[in-house]
């Protein structure tokens, strides 16, 4: 993923053009004009250079004496978080157009205290890398060679919640919000985006959704290409063998011989090329059509031998090992996307408790940050380099 361009996007000719017509946009959603001239000052502040994206720091950047109309925004407004989002998924696929290669889906820990916010729990958090007290986040995005732009959102609901409606009452969370895992929440964002866009080029995600069978079987009946990472205890059938014959992935890479590996980039790194040791075989696919193979991929470290990566892969019978090595180079675009929202928006600086705070936060900023990823794919398309 290549360097961000300065926030203080003022340097670039035309910005302010382009800024003024994205916020028009956001017009059939708000329903008084006051509101959705908040929305202007709300997203110029997180674009903008304030210290904090929070509610003081956004409001003295807007020239307010008090946070309470941004607060305001972000709770009793009437606004449609829905339809922001929608206009988020259009603004991206339009700006980023055919450059788009990958729907990526992730999540993000968000840390907290105490236990008032809705989701808030222990859990393991992967932005802290252990068990903290957290909310979490699925998120899904869009992705270019360089670009990873962020199009919808989901608050991941522990059990822990969702058995106790008197604590999602006082959070706001309406009777009809039931528990749904993260692999669930992912196909639900993915179902919204291939309704409004169709199929893209791949999907990717990491062990928590490749993991998950149903998530790869919906995926495959809407015939959507996708490079998902699995942990090595997960089972495979190769081609021709029996279904009890299914063994573990590991096992099954372990016995391939040493000539079966190839040197190959899977992208362009802040250092040049990511070279790893790759393999693939095909996987049993005797129950899709004759155009459509799954495959075993798998990922060797040069430094390490012992660090191995794994991928299912879903994709048209005439894929290259190449095609798929890049697709899994894709996904890393997510965490560069992560820590360029909260650095440049402060997608984590939020200090909202209820439901829909969060959702409206963390909506706004997502369009923050695409409108800065479609400007540094317009820039770089300026300049002759790649989107």
């Known amino acids: 993923m290549s360097p ?18 994205l916020h028009e946009r956001l017009r059939p959603h708000a329903a008084q004009r006051r509101t959705h001239d908040r929305m202007k000052r709300h997203l110029e502040g997180v674009l903008g250079k304030a210290e904090r994206k929070n509610g003081w720091h956004l409001a003295e950047a807007a020239g307010d004496t008090s946070p309470y109309a941004m607060q305001h925004l972000l709770g009793r407004a009437s606004w449609n978080v829905v339809g922001v989002r929608e206009e988020t998924r259009r603004y991206v696929r339009e700006g980023l157009g055919s450059a788009i290669r990958a729907r990526i889906v992730d999540e993000s820990g968000f840390l907290k205290k105490g236990e008032k916010s809705a989701g808030v729990a222990r859990q393991y958090s992967g932005t802290a890398g252990r068990v903290e007290n957290c909310q979490i986040g699925v998120f899904l995005a869009y992705a270019t060679a360089t670009e990873c732009a962020y199009v919808d959102a989901e608050l991941y609901l522990p059990e822990s919640w969702t058995t106790d409606r008197a604590r999602c009452q006082e959070a706001g969370i309406a009777k009809d919000v039931v528990f749904q895992t993260k692999p669930q929440l992912a196909q639900r964002m993915l179902e919204r985006a291939q309704e409004a866009d169709g199929p893209v080029q791949w999907v990717l995600a990491d062990e928590v959704y490749g993991k998950n069978q149903e998530l790869r079987r919906w995926l495959e009946e809407q015939r959507q290409s996708y490079v998902l ?4 205890n997960l089972h495979v059938r190769r081609v021709g063998r029996k279904p009890k014959e299914a063994r573990r992935v590991d096992e099954v890479v372990a016995g391939l011989p040493a000539e079966a590996w190839q040197c190959l980039s899977a992208g362009e790194g802040s250092k040049g090329p990511r070279l790893y040791d790759w393999v693939w075989l095909e996987a049993d696919s005797s129950d899709l059509p004759e155009e459509w193979k799954r495959f075993l991929l798998a990922r060797r470290s040069l430094e390490d031998p012992t660090e191995i990566a794994y991928y299912f892969v879903f994709a048209p019978a005439g894929v290259t090992l190449q095609e798929a090595v890049e697709a899994a180079g894709l996904r890393w675009n997510i965490e560069s996307g992560f820590e360029q929202a909260k650095q440049e928006v402060g ?12 959702h409206r936060f963390i909506t706004l900023g997502l369009l923050a940050h695409a409108f800065l990823a479609v400007q540094r794919a317009r820039a770089r398309v300026e300049k002759g380099a790649p989107a």
């Open 347 to 358: 997608l984590d600086e939020y200090e909202v408790r209820q439901w829909e705070g969060w």
């Open 229 to 232: 990472a699995v942990g090595c």
């Open 4 to 21: 961000p361009l300065p926030v203080d996007l003022a340097q670039l000719e035309g910005w302010q053009a382009e800024f003024d017509r």
